[in-house]
């Protein structure tokens, strides 16, 4: 046999839990086809791993990755972590299915969380179309969501309303039908847009056609009822509807709060429902400014809300909103906006805006929404990352970085340094578990869990996705204020037995055609 690549000297973790293990590693095409001893085995291609950990390639469950990879083949702020697979539109938001009244509203509603625009938009419709927009044209691997709000718009449009029988069932085919395009089940975003108007009875009702598939629940709860409360709908609607339920981005901000999360999932909802979550190893989050906007402002569509931002009424709600909450706008971070004229707040405080404009919170938010088409991301900067900690121990947690990427916005770093961040100080400072647990977290919990089939597992016959990183230095080197740093410590990335990464540098593949392929989930 002549291998196309032998990596050898390398310490093998698995992703299985197995102990670590000196092998080498022999890959034919895109396969593992050997580990073992092959010292003496012909090779086109040696990397020498003395030093090196060897590790499946990691999966993102979580992310905002849906528009970057349409348009950057080697997309490093993921791919120089190790992540080789990334499961898409995530929260029930995305850029498909849609429909021709449909899709403008969602590309400019996406615009802060996902960076396309309108002129990106090529004719896709269904997720089988946009899925195969990214195979062979990127370095990762892609799965995906069915998002709840797409099935739901083009059923009943963007109105406060429960759906009638015919309009559910126009849900459920639109449902069905991305299940048989691969999707790994349904996921929601319940605080975002058209979602907040459904109610538990029609989630249930949506997700029991993805019972015969296995498919999952995944689900952005309603934090804003509270997270407790959030969880026990979920865990309701898995039961319900015969689904397993996998939560996003789950996390407390006090030791009581997290106690009884932890409480209730131990106690209750793992006996319930086949129950999982993600979330990043950092306590503050990042979602969009017109997150906070009253819900009514979406009742006709993202298209048509500037208009009602002018509404007394409306900046009035938004003014209570901001008060009830208790928002210190001073602990709020402008991550990104398009406009040249507002660069300058890019890094800077939600609370110097206000008071730079000389103008009440809720005019000023509004105004500065008006003024960049309604696309703010934001940056949360409160609270200690070891709150994350008990939930990164937890046998029910995956990663999942819901990392935002703007090459020129002061991004969360979680963008950057999730996957160092778990490898390195989660497992030698903070002491919260051994490799061999942080890279099951990273691979094969979640290739199990989102049916990501031949991957997850350094295994004889798996697909050839590997991370070669120093267990002794890996970390995340990313800040809040220089968020635009790679991990230090990853050496090497191969996606289907393609190297991506060597050295920790780009490798300049000079084709057209890409190792990333477009999976299809695989829990039958």
């Keep these: ?67 970057w990879l349409r348009k950057t083949p080697n997309f490093l702020p993921k791919t120089s972590q190790g992540f080789t697979t990334e499961v898409l539109m995530a929260d029930g938001i995305s850029y498909a299915p849609v429909d021709n ?29 946009y899925m195969n927009g990214l195979d062979g044209t990127t370095c990762q691997n892609t799965i995906t969501h069915f998002p709840y709000a797409h099935a739901r718009t083009m059923a009943m449009g963007w109105i406060r309303s429960v759906p009638d029988d015919v309009q559910m069932e126009e849900i459920q085919t639109s449902i069905i039908r991305g299940m048989e395009e691969g999707a790994v089940g349904v996921s929601t975003g319940l605080d975002y847009i058209s979602e907040c108007f459904a109610q ?75 129950f999982s979550f993600d979330v990043y190893p950092y306590l503050p989050g990042s979602t969009m400014l017109n997150y906070m906007l009253p819900y009514e402002v979406w009742e006709e569509g993202p298209l048509c809300v500037l208009s009602k931002l002018n509404n007394p009424e409306i900046r009035e709600r938004f003014a209570r909103i901001i008060d009830r909450y208790e928002v210190n706008l001073d ?37 500065l929404l008006i003024d960049e088409n309604l696309a703010v991301l934001l940056v949360f900067h409160h609270g200690d990352d070891e709150l994350v900690h008990p939930f990164l121990s937890h046998p029910s947690y995956m990663m999942g970085t819901d990392g935002i990427y703007f090459p020129n916005g002061a991004v969360h770093p979680r963008m950057y340094g999730s996957a160092g961040r778990l490898l390195g100080p989660c497992v030698r400072d903070h002491k919260l578990f051994n490799l061999e647990t942080a890279v099951h977290k990273l691979s094969g919990l979640p290739a199990q869990r989102f049916g990501i089939k031949d991957r997850g597992f350094i295994k004889e016959g798996y697909q050839a996705d ?59």
């Design 1 to 67: 046999v002549v291998y196309d690549y032998i990596i050898d000297n390398g310490t093998i973790v698995d992703g299985n839990l197995t102990p670590k293990y000196r092998a080498d590693l022999g890959i034919k095409g895109s396969k593992i086809t050997d580990i073992g001893d092959l010292k003496t085995s012909q090779t086109k291609h040696r990397i020498d791993a003395k030093g090196l950990t060897l590790a499946p390639g990691f999966i993102d469950v979580h992310n905002h990755s849906d528009g």
């Design 101 to 129: 009244t449909t899709w403008r509203h969602w590309m400019y509603y996406m615009r802060a969380l996902n960076g396309l625009q309108q002129n990106d938009y090529d004719g896709w419709e269904s997720i089988e179309d």
């Design 200 to 274: 538990t009875d029609e989630i249930i009702e949506a997700c029991k056609v993805i019972s015969p598939y296995n498919g999952l629940y995944v689900t952005h709860i309603r934090y804003k009822k509270g997270t407790l409360s959030g969880i026990k709908e979920a865990v309701e609607i898995g039961k319900r509807s015969n689904v397993s339920v996998h939560i996003s981005h789950l996390k407390g901000t006090s030791n009581q709060q997290i106690d009884e999360i932890l409480n209730y999932i131990d106690q209750v909802a793992i006996n319930e429902v086949n």
């Design 331 to 367: 602990h709020i971070y402008i991550a990104w906006l398009p406009s040249v004229e507002n660069a300058q707040y890019i890094g800077r405080s939600l609370g110097d805006y206000v008071k730079e404009n000389g103008k009440e919170p809720a005019d000023a938010l509004s105004d």
């Design 466 to 524: 590997i991370v070669a990183f120093d267990a002794r230095a890996v970390k995340d080197q990313a800040t809040y204020k220089n968020p635009h740093q790679f991990c230090f410590g990853i050496n090497h990335v191969l996606v289907n037995g393609t190297v991506i990464i060597k050295d920790g540098q780009e490798v300049d593949l000079k084709t057209e055609t890409y190792p990333g392929k477009a999976l299809r989930y695989n829990k039958k």
